[in-house]
């Protein structure tokens, strides 16, 4: 069974710092790419960042890039959202999935079969 926890999420002031964690289970971890996602309230789930399996290639949502970091560790199963200059619009429920297998990475939600648990940022402006 495919397990993701997430943990990291909090308070912090605009201007802030986080890194989210999201550690895995349940299947070889480095054979997929990875990804972050977030929910505000009463919008969409929208993509954040996604990293390869082997962590050589990234790809960010332009409204984060420069300020938010996706990295992963193959050997602690665990992949990060290292997330700098935080804004109020960044403030949301942040989950962390697992693609599917044969992706290099990927934006899309539909491509992505394991989901955890979500975990709340809250930026105070």
């Known amino acids: 069974q495919v397990q993701l926890v997430e943990s990291g999420g909090g308070l912090v002031q605009a201007g802030g710092s986080l890194r989210l964690s999201c550690a895995a289970s349940?299947?070889?971890?480095?054979?997929?790419?990875m990804g972050w996602f977030r929910q505000a309230p009463g919008k969409e789930r929208e993509f954040v960042a996604t990293i390869s399996w082997s962590g050589s290639s990234t790809y960010y949502q332009d409204s984060v890039k420069g300020r938010f970091t996706i990295s992963r560790d193959n050997a602690k199963n665990t992949v990060y959202l290292r997330m700098n200059s935080l804004k109020p619009e960044d403030m949301a429920v942040y989950y962390c999935?697992?693609?599917?297998?044969?992706?290099?990475?990927?934006?899309?939600?539909?491509?992505?079969?394991?989901w955890g648990q979500g975990t709340q940022v809250t930026v105070s402006s």
């Open positions: 349940g299947r070889t971890f480095s054979n997929y790419a």
């Open positions: 999935a697992s693609a599917q297998g044969g992706l290099l990475y990927s934006e899309y939600e539909n491509e992505y079969d394991y």
